[in-house]
Structures are given as C-alpha cells and as structure tokens.
C-alpha cells in the first residue's frame, strides 16, 4: 500500500473528479468512432473551458464530421480534434520501453529526430519490428544515441563482403563486431576464422597501392577492385515528421 501524504483538499478532489470525467469521456469518444467504423485511434480526451479536446491517431485522411457531431451531441460541448503521429501518441500517453525504463520522448527528450534503418544496420541489430522499432511503432529514437560512436569505431573496418588477405591467405569478409574490433573471414564452404582488425587488410586498398593492380604491380586495376565501393549511406529513414 503507498504511503499516506495528507489528506486531500478541494483541489485533490477536483482533480479527481476531472480524471474520472475525462476517463468517461475517453471511452465515450472511442465508442463513438467505433460505432462509425472509422479507422481512428482515440488516446487522449482533455477538457477545457466551453470545449473538447479530443488527440487521435489516423493513417490516412478521413472525414470526422459525423463524428463530432455525434460527439459534441454526447457531451454538450464544442468539439476540437487534433491528429498526431505514432511517436507524439507514445510521447502523450507514455510507457515503458524494452530497456525496462520510461520512455525517453514522455520524460527528457527535447524533439524528434530523424532515425533510418542505416543505423540499425551500422549497429549489428536484427532487422525485426520487434528489436528495432518502439512503442509508437517506428524506429527506435535510441538508436541515435550510440550512432556518432560506432560511425567513428567502423572507420579503417571492411565492409561485409569485402576480399581481405590474411596470414592464412585470401578471404572474404561475412560478419564485422565494431564493438569488438573482430572480422569473421570466410575462406571457402564452412572455412571461417574470427580474426582481430589488425590481423586482416584489404585486398585492394583505396587508391590501389599496395595491393595487385596497385603502384608496385603493372598498372592495370582489377575489376574486383570496385567491387561494393560504394556503399548506400542514405536508407530509408522513419517517416514520422519532426516536431
């Protein structure tokens, strides 16, 4: 049981009073969209003075009119809709994220700010709905957070894919650990071996020197050189607009 503060006052009990009203008034615009079938998500009533506040969600446009009229004919008072995106919802109503924590956007943080699936990539994260995106749906806002450190940990790595020369020999790059500074060099069918940062060089270096077709060999650039030179940086970012 919680601990007893004080007794509660006239201003104690008017706030309860409007959180029971406003919870009557939640359920009453819920089932008034339901009863219109109308592809809306109603999380938030507040009243004000001479109006109604009501917050939904929607992804695509539709017209409200039968529903503020059935609404305003409900509670008698002059109805203000007002749509928002999944992350203001999470933003508005709050919760617990996968972290075990209250939800960054409902506590400290000031704005949105862009997050694309290139993060996630950089990250090592499994590409799935459920370990990328939060409660609002979209990609996580934390994966910003560590971006800044894994972009400069990366730099000097291979990309997957990559011909790299061992001391074993000649291999391609099927798995980097940033954190870790490790490569996973595969050297034919089931022949892998984890090696350091250090211990693996690119086959063709930026620039082709050092390497076959480089400076020290006849001239002649290898087509394998070019190979995945270019590395798509853009991705697709989360569609919801910043605030």
């Given at each position: 049981?919680?601990?007893?503060?004080?007794?509660?006052?006239?201003?104690?009990?008017?706030?309860?009073?409007?959180?029971?009203?406003?919870?009557?008034?939640?359920?009453?615009?819920?089932?008034?969209?339901?009863?219109?079938?109308?592809?809306?998500?109603?999380?938030?009533?507040?009243?004000?003075p001479?109006?109604?506040?009501v917050?939904?969600?929607?992804?695509?446009?539709?017209?409200?009119?039968?529903?503020?009229?059935?609404?305003?004919?409900?509670?008698?008072?002059?109805?203000?809709l007002?749509?928002?995106?999944?992350?203001?919802?999470?933003?508005?109503?709050?919760?617990?994220?996968?972290?075990?924590?209250?939800?960054?956007?409902?506590?400290?943080?000031?704005?949105?700010?862009?997050?694309?699936?290139?993060?996630?990539?950089?990250?090592?994260l499994?590409?799935?709905?459920?370990?990328?995106a939060?409660?609002?749906g979209?990609?996580?806002?934390?994966l910003?957070?560590?971006?800044?450190?894994?972009?400069?940990?990366?730099?000097?790595?291979?990309?997957?894919?990559?011909?790299?020369?061992?001391?074993?020999?000649?291999?391609?790059?099927?798995?980097?650990?940033?954190?870790?500074?490790?490569?996973?060099?595969?050297?034919?069918?089931?022949?892998?071996?984890?090696?350091?940062?250090?211990?693996?060089?690119p086959?063709?270096?930026?620039?082709?020197?050092?390497?076959?077709?480089?400076?020290?060999?006849?001239?002649?650039?290898?087509?394998?050189?070019?190979?995945?030179?270019?590395?798509?940086?853009?991705?697709?970012?989360?569609?919801?607009?910043?605030?």
């Open positions: 049981m919680r601990r007893v503060i004080r007794r509660a006052g006239e201003a104690d009990l008017r706030g309860a009073d409007d959180d029971r009203a406003a919870g009557t008034e939640l359920r009453l615009a819920k089932d008034k969209a339901a009863a219109l079938k109308l592809p809306i998500k109603v999380f938030r009533v507040e009243r004000a001479g109006r109604l506040n917050y939904y969600t929607c992804d695509e446009r539709i017209d409200v009119r039968d529903f503020v009229r059935d609404l305003a004919g409900a509670t008698a008072a002059r109805i203000e007002r749509q928002l995106g999944g992350r203001d919802e999470a933003k508005a109503v709050g919760g617990i994220g996968t972290c075990g924590l209250t939800l960054c956007c409902s506590t400290w943080l000031p704005e949105f700010v862009p997050v694309s699936i290139k993060m996630a990539k950089d990250q090592g499994v590409l799935s709905p459920t370990k990328v939060g409660q609002c979209r990609l996580k806002c934390c910003v957070y560590e971006q800044a450190a894994y972009a400069e940990m990366r730099k000097g790595l291979p990309k997957l894919g990559k011909r790299v020369v061992t001391a074993r020999g000649e291999g391609r790059v099927v798995e980097v650990d940033v954190m870790r500074q490790r490569i996973r060099v595969s050297f034919g069918p089931g022949e892998t071996e984890v090696l350091t940062a250090s211990e693996v060089k086959l063709f270096p930026p620039g082709g020197a050092g390497g076959p077709g480089g400076a020290g060999g006849r001239g002649e650039t290898s087509p394998a050189a070019h190979e995945d030179d270019h590395e798509d940086d853009g991705g697709p970012t989360d569609g919801e607009p910043q605030r």
